[in-house]
């Protein structure tokens, strides 16, 4: 064979690999666990640990993500409270979405503290055993959000934790910050390592029956002069204080695992349902003093 015709052959032949290399990575399940955790199904779990039957990562992990203990029930977020300093509340101009869906205002929010984590299932357990909140039925996995949780019994934890639930500006503020961000991490880049939603029918992953892990997505927390505040988009959406001109309504945000679209994590995004609601997607966070 000529040397030329052999070149040619041979730069075909990279080029056909490189091809099918490139789709290879593209049918690949989009990257969404943090270093320290695995892909196990639609779960990320700690290094260590295995999916079980029930969809709960099960054993003791060697390793989790930042920001997260490693305990022998698995990977488990702290207590921990984040002070937010006072500034001004944007919602709407900046975003062509928001508008005729969000009414475009600035209002002032005094300084607060809040919950770093979505309340999981170990410390609303605690709870329950002090007699001060309703059992309620819990998937068994410690670290998880707590979910199925009414409007007044969330306000009953965070009553018992020597809190309250967040207002609506509060939990946005925490999320958009003085700047109006589209995203608790900016205006840009919802994705799937970055925030917990479309688990149960993509884009992230397929067949959960349930929230991640509390923090397990570091890279999509909001960054605070105190400390970062994980999950306010995505995993589980979160209870707000009613607002009494809404009626038995009440406000949730963040949008959750059970979404698939990027619309849902915007910082203005909220929806109204009955306080009444028990949903396998819906759990809170409580506020202090600042």
């Not at 490189?18 to 666990?33: F, G, K, M, S, T």
């Not at 997260?68 to 990977?75: D, I, S």
């Not at 979405?97 to 809040?114: H, K, N, Y």
Request: aromatic share 6%; net charge neutral.
């Amino acid at each position: 064979m000529p040397l030329w015709k052999a070149g040619l052959a041979a730069g075909a032949a990279l080029l056909i690999g490189a091809i099918v290399a490139l789709a290879l990575h593209r049918a690949e399940p989009p990257a969404r666990c943090a270093p320290g955790m695995v892909a196990l199904g639609p779960r990320c779990c700690g290094e260590g640990q295995r999916l079980d039957d029930a969809g709960r990562c099960a054993g003791a992990p060697r390793r989790c993500s930042a920001g997260l203990t490693v305990t022998a029930a698995g990977c488990v977020a702290p207590g921990a409270a984040v002070r937010i300093t006072s500034g001004t509340l944007r919602l709407g101009p900046s975003d062509w979405e928001a508008q005729g869906i969000v009414d475009p205002r600035a209002v002032f929010v005094p300084a607060f503290s809040l919950d770093a984590f979505e309340i999981t299932e170990q410390r609303y357990a605690a709870c329950v055993e002090a007699g001060a909140c309703a059992p309620l039925p819990l998937r068994g996995e410690p670290g998880v959000p707590v979910t199925g949780v009414t409007l007044a019994e969330s306000a009953r934890y965070c009553a018992f934790a020597g809190g309250a639930l967040p207002s609506r500006d509060q939990l946005a503020f925490a999320a958009a910050g003085d700047a109006g961000r589209r995203y608790p991490w900016g205006d840009t880049g919802a994705v799937c390592r970055r925030a917990a939603f479309g688990l149960r029918a993509g884009p992230c992953g397929w067949g959960a029956t349930g929230p991640e892990l509390a923090g397990s997505r570091p890279d999509g927390a909001a960054v605070h002069a105190g400390g970062r505040v994980f999950d306010l988009a995505g995993n589980v959406a979160e209870w707000a204080a009613p607002d009494p001109l809404e009626g038995e309504l009440s406000g949730t945000h963040g949008g959750s695992w059970t979404d698939g679209a990027a619309a849902a994590l915007r910082t203005w995004n909220r929806r109204l349902v009955p306080g009444s609601t028990r949903a396998p997607d819906l759990g809170f966070r409580c506020v202090y003093p600042p």
